[in-house]
């Protein structure tokens, strides 16, 4: 089994409907991210968290929320998906700096569409 | 704020050429990643450099790290068509823990 999972793979929407794109990881990771990633943009940062309390803003956080519900979990919502939110999503996971490398472990993606 | 920038964007090289991927970085970090992702798949990591001067290789691959220029390269040896995919630089903006990734450097092997 995938140690970062992501939910759903696929999804198509429509404009103004609320969206929920979920991420587990058994990895034991403290931190956690959602990027998206669109053609010739490379991947951008939306939202970052470093434990269940503490949850930052990232490059891209605007038309988002996210939501730590557990250690390993981390949700992504989309309160009313427009066109432009059409992407790949990825959620990512890192350990603590001090015992690893800080490298990010990434889940298999999520491809949103909205019409 | 930090901005990571990659160049080329675009990379079509023949089999058994060399050739470089440059990312430039804007702030101060301690760090920076590659990353390789394959058409249609999620991202795995290359290298994670971690000081000034830090090399590290893995068969034609080859990454480095100049803190002081902000810069890091990859380079590639005698390419074959397997390194075809989309490698990705990402830096820790001074230790936030905050990833920012470069735009991305798309690489096609021709035989």
């Known amino acids: 089994d995938a140690d970062v999972t992501q939910t759903p793979r696929n999804r198509i929407t429509k404009t103004g409907k609320r969206i929920m794109l979920e991420c587990s990881q058994t990895k034991g990771h403290d931190r956690m991210y959602w990027y998206r990633q669109d053609p010739g943009l490379g991947l951008r940062l939306i939202y970052y968290?470093?434990?269940?309390?503490?949850?930052n803003k990232g490059e891209i956080s605007d038309g988002y929320s996210v939501s730590r519900q557990a250690q390993a979990k981390f949700s992504l919502s989309l309160e009313s998906a427009i066109p432009n939110q059409t992407a790949l999503y990825f959620c990512?996971?890192?350990?603590?700096?001090?015992?690893?490398?800080?490298?990010?472990?990434f889940g298999e993606g999520s491809r949103l569409t909205v019409l | 704020e930090l901005k990571v920038e990659q160049n080329p964007l675009f990379l079509s090289m023949q089999e058994g050429k060399n050739y470089t991927i440059y990312c430039n970085y804007s702030t101060t970090s301690d760090r920076l990643y590659w990353y390789r992702q394959d058409p249609g798949k999620s991202l795995e990591s290359l290298f994670v450099l971690l000081s000034n001067g830090a090399v590290k290789q893995e068969g034609r691959l080859m990454a480095s790290l100049d803190t002081k220029a902000r810069l890091s390269t990859l380079h590639i040896t005698a390419a074959v068509h397997d390194l075809s995919a989309t490698y990705f630089c990402a830096v820790d903006s001074s230790g936030t823990y905050k990833y920012i990734f470069g735009t991305g450097t798309r690489l096609k092997v021709l035989a």
């Open positions: 990512a996971t890192s350990g603590v700096r001090q015992m690893n490398t800080g490298e990010l472990f």
């Open positions: 968290s470093f434990d269940v309390k503490d949850i």
